[in-house]
């Protein structure tokens, strides 16, 4: 494409947006609204599963003892474990250590009302064990289930389940959400073009009849889309940081173990997916309405 | 140059605007086509730029079938073509100097180019004082002479205009038509429908005649009259 079409397609794509500001704003906006809830979703979701790799590396296996087992099994035990795969570390809680955490303030009340006392104390030893990595959590299982000492363990598997799950639910709400957001864009997109093409019948006959082919006739509303699409993502991609820095300092301090600022690198790949979404919401739905320009190859008046 | 072979054109309704019309035209021809309202002469022109095609035989430009023609070609045609219809078509929204620029600005001119021919369009239709002003801003007989600079700024084979002088006054019809002398002398073939008796009378020029679709009268030096 030489310099002089592309000055002439930029120069009349700016002269359009400029004489129709309401429906270039409506495009716009619509746009960008798609952009930044895509977006959200998509900053969410990566939250959610960063949360979740974060639950999963610092997992726990809590391991509960037969009431027979004393100091020494549970110590014996915890040297043994500690050789497995991925077992990172491994504390022994004695009885006395489970109750005060169970009752901190350990009052008489308390002890009453529950038929527990430090005299009287029913809990078993524990064992706490951090694990590394999920990669040999079945084998550290298989492991533990074939100790005579280990009464039952917990691990947290609902709890991961249930925030995969919940993971799940946010991608698939994020992309249904989107889907249907650039569905409406590429309509409102493909009906203001159609108005446009309406508005300068008049214009495009007579590059008809000057001798312009239907790709030149094209290259001023798809230059248009692409600006608008342009500005549409750059508005989103500030808003959304904006709004994901204002969240992020109030969420923060609710969940200090997790660190939900995401690093520079994701946030740029991000701005550039939101970036060309935008270009390529704004350029599909203008070639949609303008597959319409054949029905413009009348060059007089009266043919349309 | 042009030469129509048994163009016959009937229209959905029925209408035969055109029967059997067998016309050719040189190079540097200036003809003058005449006739009623109704007696095909726009149906003829519009073949003549592929505003249309006929419902039978073959019209050749430079050699050239433009019946058979592929829709992606008629822009190409219509470079060679300056087209000059009776109402004005002209943006309001562009000066004149823009609207005479559109017709090289769709062929991709480069700029350093468009501004020289648009100022020597301009000059020879007298109008190159008048390039910042807006269409509104003009008489009938200026617009129509913006319309002839943009028509004649690409220098085209061929000039064909529909009722030039259908809106205005005789002495600006009479400047019109000197325009129209002085580019057919610089070897543009000129075809122009008119009603105007007393230009073509004083003119001289060849006169077709289509009366019901049909020629009955190709003169050269002719004069107006068909019945």
Do not use: W
């Amino acid at each position: 494409m030489s310099i002089s079409k592309l000055s002439f397609f930029i120069y009349e794509a700016l002269t359009n947006i400029r004489r129709s500001p309401v429906i270039s704003f409506i495009t716009i906006s619509t746009i960008a609204t798609a952009l930044l809830l895509t977006g959200a979703s998509m900053l969410l979701t990566m939250n959610m599963e960063n949360f979740l790799e974060h639950l999963k590396s610092d997992s726990l296996i809590t391991v509960y003892l037969k009431q027979s087992a004393g100091k020494h099994e549970a110590n014996a035990l915890s040297l043994r474990l500690k050789n497995l795969e991925d077992v990172e570390d491994i504390k022994v809680i004695t009885p006395e250590q489970s109750l005060a955490e169970l009752f901190p303030e350990g009052n008489e009340h308390q002890f009453s009302a529950s038929e527990i006392s430090p005299q009287d104390n029913p809990l078993p030893y524990c064992l706490r064990i951090i694990i590394s990595s999920q990669a040999q959590l079945e084998s550290i299982l298989t492991n533990l289930a074939s100790e005579p000492l280990i009464d039952s363990y917990t691990y947290g598997k609902e709890f991961f389940d249930k925030i995969e799950r919940l993971s799940r639910l946010i991608s698939f709400a994020s992309i249904a959400i989107a889907s249907l957001l650039a569905l409406a864009s590429l309509f409102i997109i493909y009906n203001t073009i159609r108005l446009t093409l309406f508005m300068r019948k008049e214009e495009i006959l007579i590059m008809k009849l000057v001798g312009a082919t239907n790709s030149f006739v094209r290259g001023p509303f798809i230059t248009e889309a692409f600006i608008e699409g342009t500005l549409a993502a750059t508005l989103a991609i500030f808003l959304l940081f904006v709004l994901y820095g204002i969240s992020a300092e109030k969420i923060q301090p609710l969940i200090p173990f997790f660190n939900i600022s995401m690093p520079m690198q994701v946030l740029v790949k991000l701005a550039i997916k939101m970036l060309l979404m935008g270009i390529m919401l704004g350029v599909a739905g203008s070639m949609m309405s303008l597959r319409d320009i054949n029905k413009f190859n009348k060059a007089t008046l009266e043919g349309v | 140059m042009i030469s129509l072979k048994d163009v016959t054109k009937i229209f959905p309704n029925g209408v035969r605007a055109l029967n059997k019309v067998n016309l050719d035209i040189k190079a540097g021809d200036f003809v003058f086509l005449v006739g009623p309202s109704g007696a095909g002469k726009s149906t003829f022109l519009r073949m003549l730029f592929r505003d249309d095609i006929p419902t039978e035989g073959t019209i050749y430009i430079d050699g050239k079938d433009i019946t058979s023609m592929p829709a992606s070609r008629i822009p190409y045609l219509r470079r060679n073509l300056g087209i000059v219809l009776q109402d004005f078509q002209l943006l309001k929204t562009r000066t004149v100097a823009e609207n005479v620029a559109f017709g090289l600005r769709v062929i991709g001119a480069p700029n350093s180019a468009i501004n020289d021919r648009v100022q020597e369009a301009l000059e020879q239709v007298g109008l190159s004082h008048k390039r910042r002003m807006y269409p509104t801003e003009l008489s009938g007989g200026e617009q129509q002479r913006v319309c002839i600079a943009r028509a004649i700024v690409n220098n085209p084979l061929i000039l064909i205009t529909d009722e030039p002088t259908g809106n205005l006054d005789p002495m600006i019809s009479n400047e019109i038509m000197n325009l129209f002398l002085e580019i057919n002398k610089r070897g543009t073939t000129v075809i122009i429908a008119t009603h105007n008796h007393n230009l073509v009378n004083k003119l001289r020029k060849r006169v077709v005649a289509l009366v019901d679709g049909k020629i009955i009268k190709d003169e050269e030096a002719g004069t107006y009259a068909y019945e």
